[in-house]
């Protein structure tokens, strides 16, 4: 039987099929790229990645043996990217497989050697002798480090969280042990899926009204995946898989997380009892309904569902 986990089918084999290609890549191939792709591809082939294999997206959900998958993953995909946005790993691991530089400038040239330069009385030397000074690695990490932080609150602060959470990404990757960027990192990431989230219910919402329910679901699946809170989310993905007659798996899987995430919602329970009943997990189903009538007594819809559920399949 397949597992029982908070993952509709068609995730379930994108896990497994990218755990397995995953196998044997280069580091650029690994994020998708091509051998020699530039530094800022790196990074926005990353972030695109960590938005979906990132293991924090998954915290409360039941995922069985896919939680080992998905941090094997995501575990491949953060050593490709430390390495490829690092120019001095960069250029090591060029060196050592020269296949993959693509005829591309891999690295920044190196910073020629702090020359003599007088102090006293002259201005000009003394400003380039600082600007040279802010190009040791040393102290032009601490600015990046600063810039990035600088940079990353100015974006919160004006609700860009996709900016946001590519700087502290970089941020984090720099200086792991920095807490607050840390910190920080975990509620941009948050910020930035509900947000994303509620664009894609939106546009699920217009598609079921031009009833192009296939691609309703789209939206409302990718919804549900960005913001397991969700619970609307989770329940119109389920509705319109039911209506389409998609796998009963799947349905299941949404219609849980709506009830999980909203129990006192009746109708999410009145959907969920209906795709158990198909199921034919009478027992399961008759709980819900229970649930159901206790929230509102009179539902005629419930009171029905509840004979049914007690006749033997």
């Known amino acids: 039987m397949p597992e029982l986990v908070d993952l509709d089918p068609a995730r379930q084999k994108e896990i497994i099929d990218l755990e397995k290609a995953q196998e044997g890549k280069d580091h650029f191939a690994l994020l998708g790229l091509k051998p020699g792709a530039p530094v800022e591809d790196v990074k926005q082939a990353f972030i695109e990645a960590a938005l979906r294999y990132h293991p924090d997206r998954y915290s409360g959900m039941n995922l069985g043996s896919f939680r080992a998958r998905i941090e094997r993953i ?47 009385g002259d201005e000009e030397r003394r400003a380039e002798r600082q600007e040279r000074l802010s190009r040791h690695p040393y102290l032009a990490r601490t ?47 948050k910020k930035h899926d509900e947000q994303r989230s509620k664009v894609e219910l939106q546009r699920g919402f217009e598609l079921e009204k031009q009833h192009d329910l296939p691609k309703a679901l789209e939206c409302y699946r990718k919804a549900s995946s960005l913001d397991p809170q969700g619970s ?43 795709v158990l009943l198909e199921g034919k997990a009478g027992n399961l189903a008759k709980r819900h309904l229970e649930a159901v009538l206790k929230l509102d007594p009179k539902n005629a819809e ?12």
């Open 232 to 274: 609307e989310a989770a329940f119109r993905a389920a509705k319109t898989a039911k209506a389409l007659g998609l796998e009963w798996n799947e349905v299941r899987v949404h219609a849980q997380r709506a009830v999980d995430v909203a129990p006192d919602n009746v109708a999410y329970r009145i959907l969920l009892a209906q």
């Open 74 to 120: 995501f575990r491949r995909i953060s050593e490709a990217h430390s390495v490829l946005s690092n120019p001095e790993k960069r250029e090591a691991y060029l060196r050592a497989n020269p296949r993959l530089r693509g005829g591309a400038a891999s690295v920044a040239a190196p910073v020629p050697s702090e020359p003599d330069v007088p102090m006293v």
């Open 143 to 189: 600015h990046r480090l600063s810039e990035l932080m600088t940079r990353s609150k100015a974006a919160i602060a004006r609700g860009d969280f996709e900016k946001a959470f590519a700087d502290l990404n970089q941020l984090a990757s720099l200086d792991p042990k920095n807490r607050e960027a840390a910190g920080m990192l975990a509620d941009v990431r």
């Open 302 to 313: 419930a009171t029905a569902l509840l004979r049914k559920s007690r006749w033997p399949f």
